[in-house]
């Protein structure tokens, strides 16, 4: 299996635009997290999914983020309207298992940039 | 590219003994970061303890400790008078300037009463 596949590697856009980060999981995995990571907070969760179905999107900051995981494999999450302080990478991670057993494989993020 | 290798899947440990998880990674970079996150059942990623290349002196947080061999490209966790809270993945992570962070696949670690 190719791993977990984020694209793009790198985005950069303007301040009011509409970003979509795109995660492929590798297949057969049952859970997608996707994390952000920042110099400031460290890594953090932002949501995750379990066959396909949203189980906490506690940690998505606020209405402009949106995430939605149509099919076993594939996943999106949408910044609208971008902010500067969005400028960040973003991460997303499938895993199988119970809850607490599995092993957590990442993708190679993406790299956000907003102006 | 960066690899991060972490050998042992699962680990366990007493209560109250110490405990060390290993790390070694690839790079031809000579200034970078190392990191060690705890994933509890919440799925949030914790930082435990960050270690800078340039530094010699191993970092330390209370009960957590490094042991980083900039020549061997290791960079190992150390947990003291392990707790139950302590039960919960790891995962080792390197970054280095103008590149993202890498992880290793994990260690499961428990701490048995």
């Known amino acids: 299996d190719a791993g977990v596949i984020q694209s793009p590697r790198h985005e950069v856009t303007e301040m009011g635009q509409e970003v979509t980060l795109r995660c492929k999981p590798i297949?057969?995995?049952?859970?997608l997290f996707w994390y952000r990571q920042t110099m400031m907070r460290g890594l953090e969760l932002l949501i995750y999914?379990?066959?396909?179905?949203?189980?906490?999107d506690s940690g998505m900051p606020e209405d402009r983020f949106s995430a939605k995981m149509p099919n076993a494999s594939f996943s999106t999450l949408k910044i609208q309207p971008s902010e500067p302080r969005d400028s960040a990478v973003y991460f997303c991670?499938?895993?199988?298992?119970?809850?607490?057993?599995?092993?957590?494989?990442f993708g190679s993020g993406t790299q956000l940039s907003v102006l | 590219a960066q690899t991060v290798t972490q050998s042992q899947p699962e680990m366990s440990v007493q209560e109250a003994e110490t405990v060390t998880l290993s790390c070694t990674y690839d790079?031809?970079?000579?200034?970078?970061?190392l990191f060690w996150y705890k994933q509890p059942p919440s799925r949030q990623m914790i930082l435990v303890i960050r270690?800078?290349?340039?530094?010699?002196q191993n970092a330390t947080e209370n009960r957590f400790s490094v042991n980083f061999q900039k020549a061997a490209k290791s960079f190992s966790l150390k947990i003291s008078d392990s707790q139950l809270g302590d039960t919960a993945m790891y995962f080792c992570?390197?970054?280095?300037?103008?590149?993202?962070?890498?992880f290793g696949g994990g260690t499961r670690l428990m701490v048995k009463p």
């Open positions: 999914f379990n066959n396909n179905v949203p189980i906490d």
């Open positions: 991670a499938s895993s199988l298992g119970t809850l607490g057993n599995e092993k957590l494989f």
């Open positions: 992570a390197f970054i280095a300037a103008g590149n993202m962070l890498t």
């Open positions: 270690q800078e290349a340039y530094k010699q």
């Open positions: 297949s057969g995995h049952d859970y």
């Open positions: 790079t031809s970079e000579n200034n970078y970061y």
